[in-house]
């Protein structure tokens, strides 16, 4: 280990010595990500400036055989930018410029380190966005939202990042630099290589620039709608698909995630009565009149299921006020208590069955949870509460998982929706995806990576849960 260590000095030739950390008590703040609270410390972490640098680095690292994960704003929920305590965290939070905005060919180029706040902020200068408006912006870059293809309330419209990413500078596990593609919209020349590194999680390549398609900022009308029952939310949810209604936005909240916010903010009901759950229905359009004229249309589908006045907003503080109460409840569930978040997908006609079948499985289990989510995409996100006395936490929160995890593939779903494999679903993964399908995937892997220097324990190799 003091020879490796002694090694690893080496990185400073790359980089400088300031940018290849050992300090124990600086190792911590790159040693987790948020989805657990237990820390694993890299062997060093290493902050490249630029393309080059990675290229070296990564060059390093092959002759050496020494693993990597890749890190960008570790805001990660499922445990992808956490090292093994082998290997070394590459952080690419240095490569954090904006190149190119162009609003002609309506696309933008950055570094993988730029924080998304700080590109959204850039883009609406000119009028323009990245229509995922991800909770995490503050904390997130675009290279870990291109790496899990994070999604966000306006995935409704837009679909999620994938659909967003035109080409991609990727640095491969044996150091070469690539272009996946061409700046260009429609392309049908081979294999979509950029969207194979899409999603990939660091495991086949590390990005280190991308070129992001943007849209014209819009006009937007917000709802809040409280239902008295969630029966009566999720009936509602299914006429507003089947009479043919769109909306950019379609976002869920539970009784208990309410609850919980409203304590947090340390504010009252933003409604006269007690309900049980709450949609945001965002409206985009040219204009606030025809925002207006869907509300209005809406609202006579809403007075069918609900008994209390929604609350609507057009102005951009108004909108800010009522979406709080949905983009705050992370920071609420973080204040409350340790909590591992689940990230569920099924087929919107089963967000019912889904719904009453977390509520049973973890009520059995005693357990403290609320439930929160892009229900337009049918994504349900479940953040469930660590109970302090529970000394067999790991053991209770995997059969909960694995019992909520079943359900969903039994009703037609997926076990991710937007946060991506990591390490805590890895095995889980394994054990709920078509061994022939690992299969193909096994290989794709040992292509671009044959040494398994990227992202940790492989995905494919790593013990998976008995069928
Ligand atoms: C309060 C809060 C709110 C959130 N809201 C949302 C939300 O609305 N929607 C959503 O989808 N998620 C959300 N998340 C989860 C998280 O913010 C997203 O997954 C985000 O996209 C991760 O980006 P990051 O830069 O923090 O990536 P990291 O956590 O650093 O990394 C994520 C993964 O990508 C890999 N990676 C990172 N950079 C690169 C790179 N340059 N090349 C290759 N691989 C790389 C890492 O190895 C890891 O596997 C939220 C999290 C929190 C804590």
Known sequence: MVESKNKLRDLAAIVGEEHVIFKEEKLYHYATDHSSRKSTLPLCVVRPSCTDE???????????????????????????????????????????????????????????????????????????????????????????????????????????????????????????????????????????????????????????????????????????????????LFDFTKAFFSSGFTASSLEFLDQNGYDLVLEYLIENNRFPKQHGGVLWIEFESQT????????????????????????????????????????KIGEAAINFAEFKDLDVVVPRDNIDEMFKAINAICTSLQLQFIVVGHIGNGNFHINIFKNKEDNMWEETISECTMKIFKKTIELGGEISGEHGVGTYNRPFFKYFTADVNIQIMSEIKKIFDPKNLLNGSNLFTDKALKK
Do not use: H
């Open 288 to 327: 606030d009149e025809e925002n207006l004229r869907k509300a209005e249309q809406l609202y006579d589908l809403i007075v069918k299921y609900n008994d209390q006045e929604p609350l609507i907003a057009q102005s951009a503080s108004e909108i800010e006020a009522l979406w709080k109460y949905r983009k």
């Open 54 to 232: 990675v290229s070296s680095i990564v060059k390093f690292c092959n002759l050496n055989n020494l693993g990597i994960t890749v890190r960008a704003g570790g805001s990660g929920v499922s445990g992808g930018s956490v090292s093994n305590g082998q290997d070394i965290i590459l952080s690419v939070e240095r490569l954090n410029k904006i190149i190119d905005i162009d609003t002609i060919n309506r696309y933008a180029i950055a570094e993988a380190g730029v924080v998304t706040q700080e590109l959204q902020e850039a883009l609406l200068e000119k009028n323009v966005c990245f229509p995922q408006n991800i909770s995490s912006a503050s904390m997130s870059c675009i290279g870990g939202n291109v790496a899990i293809s994070s999604g966000s309330p306006k995935s409704l419209k837009y679909g999620t990042t994938k659909n967003y990413v035109l080409n991609l500078e990727v640095v491969l596990p044996d150091g070469q630099i690539i272009w996946t593609g061409k700046n260009v919209e429609k392309n049908a020349t081979g294999y979509n290589l950029t969207q194979l590194f899409v999603g990939s999680e660091g495991t086949l390549g590390i990005i280190t620039k991308v070129v992001l398609k943007v849209v014209p900022v819009k006009k937007e009308l917000l709802m809040m709608v409280p239902f008295e029952t969630s029966e009566k």
